[in-house]
């Protein structure tokens, strides 16, 4: 699957009392970064959401590498590392030119809006493209 690119700017709402990005401001620059990812592959929460099914994270680990500051123009990078009828793995990573931020090992799952496990519709998982064994056989 393609890596895809998004231009992010750091704000002053960003960041902590030293200038640098705060720690849980970076999970909102992930989260964008997932939703323009799905997005530009025809897949819109809205439209999941009609259908009854969400997107959590189940499971997310980060490496700080180093800090943005205000004002950097930044790339949140995603791909997709492997996928099943009912969850995605996704690489994230944070840069400012060539230098890596931040990187995250993404766990979502596809949820029931009323709760519970979903298999996520076929032609979602058509248009990611089957990375598992498990999804080919779902």
Do not use: C, W
């Amino acid at each position: 699957m393609s890596l895809h690119t998004l231009p992010i700017r750091v704000y002053y709402e960003d960041t902590d009392f030293s200038g640098n990005v705060y720690h849980a401001a970076y999970l909102h620059f992930f989260e964008r970064g997932r939703t323009e990812f799905l997005r530009d592959r025809g897949i819109h929460h809205s439209e999941l959401i009609g259908q009854g099914i969400a997107f959590a994270v189940r499971r997310m680990e980060i490496d700080f590498i180093a800090a943005a500051h205000i004002d950097d123009a930044l790339l949140v990078e995603t791909e997709l590392a492997e996928s099943s009828a009912v969850r995605l793995n996704l690489v994230q990573r944070i840069r400012r030119g060539d230098v890596f931020l931040t990187e995250a090992q993404v766990q979502v799952v596809a949820i029931k809006v009323g709760g519970g496990v979903a298999r996520l519709p076929k032609a979602l998982r058509s248009t990611l493209g089957s990375t598992s064994e498990a999804t080919e056989q779902s």
